[in-house]
């Protein structure tokens, strides 16, 4: 089956930088990465998504990024600001794009620093 | 628009004691799932539900944990009995079809 590595387990920013979060899937037959952000004691919501025809993708501050050769795919936040702590998940799917099959990562804590 | 809605949200049991875990989805979303996220992990996918019927519970230990969605909207987890491994934050979701997944807030089950 499907298995997916997330780095860093721990990340700490100061306000204002960027912050890079990066996973590794095994099945070259995934084709839907999303990203999802769990605050303490929240539920997880999915912030952006990244379909296997696209290399990037980018909505304010966030962005993702895919190398299919590779296996690895990147989330990427810019400036960013304390509200930006959270638990980030990644995931990866082969299900035709769906969501039915998918398969996360451990998580990456993130403490932005004021 | 209310979202996924779990109950309860937390439960504290002693091994070998029966628990159950109610979720009512997202008004229309036919698709439902049930997770179990441990501390530091990622969620795992224990079954999902499409309408009624279950169309993969193949990660759902059948021994001791069992699920229903009767009438296609509501489900219900059980575990019986439980085991200290057990503990854990047990999430619902939904979704229409194989769009975008909404998880409730969970239901953390701590076992003694």
């Known amino acids: 089956g499907e298995n997916v590595e997330q780095h860093p387990s721990t990340l700490s920013v100061q306000e204002g930088d960027s912050a890079v979060i990066k996973c590794t899937y095994s099945?070259?037959?995934?084709?839907?990465f999303p990203w999802y952000k769990q605050e303490l004691g929240k539920r997880p919501q999915l912030i952006i998504d990244?379909?296997?025809?696209?290399g990037e993708k980018k909505d304010q501050r966030i962005a993702v990024t895919l190398n299919k050769t590779a296996k690895h795919f990147s989330l990427h936040i810019t400036e960013t600001q304390p509200e930006d702590s959270a638990v980030y998940f990644c995931?990866?799917?082969?299900?035709?794009?769906?969501?039915?099959?998918?398969?996360f990562g451990k998580g990456t804590l993130l403490t932005v620093n004021p | 628009e209310a979202g996924v809605v779990q109950s309860p949200r937390y439960k504290i049991i002693e091994k070998k004691q029966p628990v159950a875990f109610w979720c009512n989805p997202i008004?229309?979303?036919?698709?439902l799932y049930w997770y179990l996220q441990n501390l530091g992990q990622g969620p795992e996918l224990l079954i999902r539900?499409?309408?009624?019927?279950?169309?993969?519970d193949s990660q759902l230990p059948k021994d001791r944990f069992s699920a229903e969605r009767l009438k296609g909207v509501d489900s219900t987890l059980k575990i019986q009995p439980a085991e200290l491994g057990d503990s854990a934050v047990y999430l619902c979701?939904?979704?229409?079809?194989?769009?975008?997944?909404?998880f409730g807030e969970g239901s953390r089950l701590t076992v003694l």
């Open positions: 979701a939904s979704s229409l079809g194989a769009g975008e997944l909404f």
């Open positions: 099945d070259s037959a995934s084709n839907y």
């Open positions: 990244i379909r296997s025809n696209v």
């Open positions: 995931a990866a799917s082969r299900s035709g794009g769906s969501n039915y099959k998918l398969t």
């Open positions: 008004s229309g979303h036919n698709t």
């Open positions: 539900y499409e309408n009624e019927e279950a169309v993969d």
